[in-house]
């Protein structure tokens, strides 16, 4: 009890001038350690508006093409390129689309299990088909064609 009433007393013992002077000081803190986020933030949003513009068709934000196998759909372009039934992530709220080219001569097509949204189904090798769907929740994209999901066409897709 003795030592709370004297630190008390000391903190009574600064005057409401260096008071002032510590919320200036703190002030000044917080604004140097909040603005290289603030500068990061804006950043960002340039850079998004250089990406809308360069962006060939603007309601999509994400695109994904995949090569459609019996045993797996493999990543055609960017980072998912030659990987078998990639991760796919979007943002909640992007328009996402996957294309899928046909790798062989066996009916295929991708539906998004819990948006609800499908493709046509593909049929000759080569030939190509998409869903486009609104990002909302995990999910996984499979084929719906026989017990193809089964032997292997299937992958998750993620919210980042
Ligand atoms: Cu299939």
């Known amino acids: 009890m003795k030592r709370k009433r004297k630190h008390v007393s000391t903190l009574t013992g600064y005057g409401r001038g260096r008071l002032g ?13 909040a603005f290289p986020f603030l500068a ?8 998004e508006t250089q990406e809308a513009e360069s962006n060939p068709n603007p309601s999509v934000d994400r ?30 709220g992007e328009t996402v689309r996957i294309t899928i080219v046909n790798g062989e001569s066996m009916p295929h097509d991708i539906v998004m299990e819990q948006h ?9 090798r080569g030939s190509e088909s998409s869903v486009t769907f ?4 995990d999910d996984y994209y ?7 999901r089964q032997a292997g ?5 993620r919210i980042e």
Do not use: K, W
Not at 116 to 124: C, K, P, Q
Not at 143 to 148: A, M, N, T
Not at 153 to 157: A, D, H, R
């Open 21 to 33: 002077t510590r919320l200036v000081v703190l002030v000044v803190i917080a604004v140097a350690i």
């Open 40 to 47: 990061m933030a804006g950043g960002e949003q340039e850079q």
């Open 63 to 92: 695109e994904y093409v995949l090569e459609a196998f019996l045993d797996g759909y493999v990543g055609l372009e960017g980072e998912i390129e030659g990987q078998t039934n990639p991760v796919l992530t979007a943002r909640a």
């Open 116 to 124: 609800g949204a499908s493709s046509e189904v593909v049929n000759s």
């Open 134 to 137: 609104t990002a909302e929740t």
């Open 142 to 148: 499979f084929c719906s064609v026989g017990s193809h």
């Open 153 to 157: 066409m299937e992958g998750e897709f």
